[in-house]
């Protein structure tokens, strides 16, 4: 039990960046089937470092995200010195750990939404710790339900801890036929979209999966949630050929 959540758990970060092919079943899943499947996608077995940068405007900051074992690490560029964060897996949950000079301590929740070097996006943003909240649902078809051509299925997730974080509940686009989380809204206290994840490119690699190239990170207004007020983008190397 132990070992599948923590395998479970890596596969849930790498696969927002590694896109596997695969089809779902014509009944319709449930929330929490749809959020395990995109957890279990992953483009090969074992562990893969993706690396890629951060850009808003003209600023780029490289990082990177690699699998060791029972912790994710995440490492990026600020200032010439490289800087670096864990997501480490537990049985039942996932801890957020800094790591400076050698030492790492536990993350204090109010530090999820710090930005990083300069950018809008976030710690809570990079760990995408809201694919792992249970309890959501499968909003029915309609106009809605289509990205970029694509028939997807409209999870709606809550927030299990509210008072934690950036948002209260997150809304994703599941591609119906291979998966891609095509996009994914993030909504605040106040009922009103904050932040909008959008794929905006992929790549096809040799076995059949589908890579993340571009990822549109779109900051929105406060007090009119329908303007894009920055744009930032994480850009991801290529994975070598097989």
Known sequence: MKNTFRQTFKSALLGCFLLAAGAFAQEAPSADELLSAMRDMTVSQGNKDV????????????????????????????????KRFDVRIREKSAQLIQVEGGKATVMAPASYTKTIAGTDVCYEDLSLRFLYWKGGKVLADSSNSRIKGRDCYVV???????????????????????????????????????????????????????????????????????????LNYLDMADLPKR
């Open 156 to 230: 709606e997730v809550p927030n299990p801890t509210p008072a934690v974080g950036q948002f209260a509940w997150v809304r994703m686009w599941v591609d119906k036929e291979n998966g891609t989380t095509w996009q994914i809204d993030g909504y605040g206290r106040d009922g009103k979209l904050k932040k909008r994840f959008t794929i905006t490119s992929v790549q096809k690699l040799d076995d059949g999966s589908w890579f993340f190239k571009q990822m549109k990170l779109e900051i929105r207004n406060p007090q009119d949630p329908n303007r894009t007020i920055s």
């Open 51 to 82: 690396s890629g940068t951060i850009r808003k405007n003209r600023t780029k900051i490289p990082f990177s995200l690699s699998a060791r074992g029972e912790t994710i690490v995440f490492q990026y560029k600020e200032s010439d010195a490289w």
